[in-house]
């Protein structure tokens, strides 16, 4: 099975600030790295998907990058409603498999 | 647009087995590949496997032997059964739309239905 790991597991941070997130692959998954956002209570939301492309309606301060095993997962400018878990999932293989995600919150 | 429901009992006995359904409405089943996935409370998601509407499954190594995912495109619905189940199985079930288009990703979710194994 392909693990994913992400980093940190948790960071505060204001409205504004730039946030990154990072997901490592166990091996690589060429671009098959997909990211989420879950809140408190609903089901994940899928924001960047294929590494780099952005899901419909989801606003464009949300951004992915990365390639192999090494992918990145950044919001320019941190607003109230970011304020979630995020998770990073592979499909290049089953069994699909998600990092441990990452809780933003507030500083 | 296409919504999933998540429909089954909340509440199964240990030992006994856990059965849920999802019903897609706002598109056709016989496309794409349809999962499970589920989320013990506090903790991270778990994929249990997917179905196509043709009956192909794949399964998660770990639940293999007590998992069984099936179809029904008459009524466009697909279904989990997990056997023996204990109260490590005690989480947040989601179905969800798998699209191979989007690299693997699970692009559509149904709102989830936490089901807890206590006698």
């Known amino acids: 099975d392909i693990q994913m790991t992400q980093s940190p597991s948790s960071l505060s941070a204001s409205v504004g600030d730039r946030v990154t997130i990072t997901c490592r692959a166990s091996?690589?998954?060429?671009?098959?790295l997909n990211w989420y956002q879950q809140k408190p209570g609903k089901a994940p939301k899928l924001l960047i998907y294929?590494?780099?492309s952005l899901q419909s309606g989801v606003p464009s301060r949300f951004s992915g990058s990365g390639s192999e095993t090494d992918f990145t997962l950044t919001i320019s400018s941190l607003q109230p409603e970011d304020f979630a878990t995020y998770y990073c999932?592979?499909?290049?293989?089953?069994?699909?498999?998600f990092g441990q995600g990452t809780k933003v919150d507030i500083k | 647009q296409v919504q999933l429901q998540e429909s089954g009992p909340g509440l199964v006995k240990p030992s006994e087995t856990l059965s849920l359904t999802c019903t897609v409405s706002?598109?056709?089943?016989?496309?794409?590949?349809w999962s499970w996935v589920r989320q013990p409370p506090g903790k991270g998601l778990e994929w249990i496997g997917y179905i196509d509407y043709s009956g192909n499954t794949n399964y998660n190594r770990s639940l293999e032997s007590r998992v069984t995912i099936s179809v029904d495109t008459s009524k466009n619905q697909f279904s989990l059964r997990l056997t023996s189940v204990t109260a490590a199985d005690t989480a947040v079930y989601y179905c969800a739309r798998d699209s191979t288009a989007k690299l693997g990703s699970f692009d559509i979710w149904g709102q989830g239905t936490l089901v807890t194994v206590s006698s």
């Open positions: 294929a590494a780099s």
């Open positions: 706002g598109g056709s089943i016989s496309v794409y590949y």
């Open positions: 091996q690589s998954i060429s671009t098959f």
């Open positions: 999932q592979q499909g290049y293989s089953t069994p699909r498999t």
